[in-house]
């Protein structure tokens, strides 16, 4: 049971991208054992930190290309 939801269909249920029935699966997967719960909070907050960095590294390439369109422009 424990391969039934991947990273990518937990990803899909936490960002409400996901039909009924795979919502039903995941919170059905989710409530069979302590060890699926831990398992999709340890992979909650692996999605947390990639969103943390992604938003990092988009804000620093938006700094750079703020930092040549002004320079080009003077």
Known sequence: MANEVTKELLTMYFSDGCSTDKKHKVEKWIA?????????EQWLVEMDK????????LSTASQ????KISNNIN
Do not use: G, H
């Open 50 to 57: 990639q969103n943390d960095l992604l938003f990092l590294n």
């Open 64 to 67: 750079e290309i703020w930092r």
């Open 32 to 40: 069979a054992s302590p060890d699926n719960s831990k398992l999709a």
